[in-house]
């Protein structure tokens, strides 16, 4: 009776001991899992980032070409309003005055839209340099997440 008792004692420690090292396995196995997903999550969000990021010189230049644009129209819209103030007044139209203002008008015209069309595409680039610094945010915070999962999970 004593050697059933002790079979016994001696069946359940090692099961209990089994089950010890299977949780400590799983404990392992679930801390190799979640190393894995977060090197798997930064790759994939590295892989959907923009293949060519902005640098701050290339907004710089992009600006630059915007404001540059502008003035080409606004000179070009400037120039075509006084050659047809120059060809009215040289025609001594009865009716110069009012084709005078239209082509003021014209030219206004003109003038604004060369500033829209600038606003506009300052808009767009400015919504793309909030984006890339979204982006490049974002990246951090997951290579920060990385590390403090690989630091804090010592797998042994």
């Given amino acids: 009776m004593i050697d059933g008792r002790l079979k016994t004692f001696a069946f359940e420690e090692t099961r209990s001991n089994v089950w ?6 799983k404990g392992l ?3 190799s899992f979640a190393l894995l997903a977060a090197i798997a999550l930064v790759g994939c969000a590295n892989a959907t980032a923009p293949s060519n990021p902005m640098s701050p010189e290339a907004i710089v230049q992009q600006s630059a070409a915007i404001a540059q644009r502008e003035r080409q129209c606004m000179e070009h819209a ?3 309003t006084n050659d047809e103030l120059a060809r009215i007044e040289s025609s001594h139209d009865t009716f110069a005055h009012d084709h005078i203002q239209a082509a003021k008008d014209d030219g206004k015209r003109e003038l604004l839209w060369c ?11 400015s919504s793309r340099e909030l984006a890339e610094y979204q982006t490049q945010g974002e990246e951090e915070r997951q ?3 990385l590390m403090m999962i690989m630091t804090t999970s010592r797998l042994h």
């Fill in 20 to 25: 010890h090292l299977d949780y400590a396995r």
């Fill in 78 to 80: 400037t120039s075509q």
């Fill in 29 to 31: 196995l679930m801390k």
């Fill in 115 to 125: 500033k829209v069309e600038a606003d506009q595409e300052q808009k767009q680039l």
């Fill in 143 to 145: 290579r920060s997440s």
